[in-house]
């Protein structure tokens, strides 16, 4: 078995000291095997901004939980130009990571981030050819029996956020082509605050059998027609359960759990009554 929390848009700068309290108190309650952070830990890319998220990550750390994370368009500088085009990563990889594509491999489990951020667009994100051969590359070294999961900040597929569709990712063409021939299982990403569980294919048809999973912002005070929140993802034996755990006055509650069964070549939703095969 492993279980995954999944964070999202923590937005140091515009949070919440008691959001980010409670989380690092669940985190602690549910003993995952990872924390996946999937992209804006600050709101301005600010260097007191990103020493915030720091000692978030240091604390997680010292705690004994494993973290990895990915860089969202906040993280890169929207009105420091010089340094948005010529070192826009600089303090992230000071900060919170020098890698821009981690990769962990727990027992049955795979997870690779690649970063979707671009100094060129202010709010949306891109994969280049490079990002998609290295996804290719590194999911060909894991164990074919493995689920693979991969964790970007932009969402690969267009998705409903209440009456409002989020634009897919630029050269989304490319990252399904990454996803399918990879054998992707499972996509991880954020940037519309606002939590939600599709099955790839119900998206677009061609997509394959992916389970795409979004996580609302955990910490921001910045909310669109969701509370803030975050996901566990727990798998085990072919069966992945996806929980949000929502904000509700003082503290974080789970108010959604969905059951996905892997079979044939994709998942398939499990009834509450269902036993897996």
């Known amino acids: 078995m492993a279980r995954l929390v999944h964070l999202s848009d923590l937005h140091f700068g515009a949070h919440d000291e008691r959001l980010v ?6 985190i602690d309650d549910l003993q995952p095997d990872l ?5 804006d830990f600050t709101q301005r890319a600010r260097t007191e901004q990103f020493k915030e998220a720091c000692q978030f990550l240091e604390e997680l750390r010292e705690r004994g939980h494993e973290v990895l994370g990915v860089p969202g368009n906040h993280d890169v500088p929207l009105y420091d130009v010089l340094r948005r085009f010529l070192s826009p990563l600089a303090r992230y990889r000071r900060f919170i990571d020098e890698t821009l594509c981690p990769f962990i491999e727990l027992p049955g489990v795979a997870v690779l981030g690649i970063n979707t951020a ?3 667009t202010f709010k949306d994100g891109r994969v280049s050819e490079e990002q998609v051969e290295f996804i290719r590359e590194t999911f060909a070294r894991t164990d074919p029996n ?3 999961v991969l964790v970007t900040h932009h969402p690969l597929f267009a998705l409903p956020v209440g009456e409002q569709i989020e634009r897919a990712i630029g050269r989304q063409e490319l990252a399904l082509d990454a996803i399918e021939n990879a054998g992707v299982d499972i996509l991880l990403a954020g940037h519309a605050h ?4 599709h099955l790839a294919s119900d998206l677009v048809t061609r997509a394959g059998g992916a389970l795409v999973i979004q996580a609302g912002t955990a910490t921001s005070t910045r909310v669109r027609e969701q509370e803030q929140s975050f996901n566990t993802i727990d798998i085990v034996d072919g069966v992945a359960t996806v929980t949000v755990h929502a904000w509700r006055d003082d503290d974080f509650e789970p108010t959604d759990s969905q059951r996905y069964e892997w079979q044939e070549g994709g998942w398939r939703i499990l009834k509450a009554e269902e036993p897996a095969h």
């Open 35 to 39: 924390v996946v952070i999937s992209g």
């Open 21 to 26: 309290e409670a989380v690092a108190e669940h």
């Open 118 to 120: 671009r100094s060129l």
């Open 194 to 197: 606002h939590a939600s569980t």
């Open 146 to 148: 493995i689920v693979r």
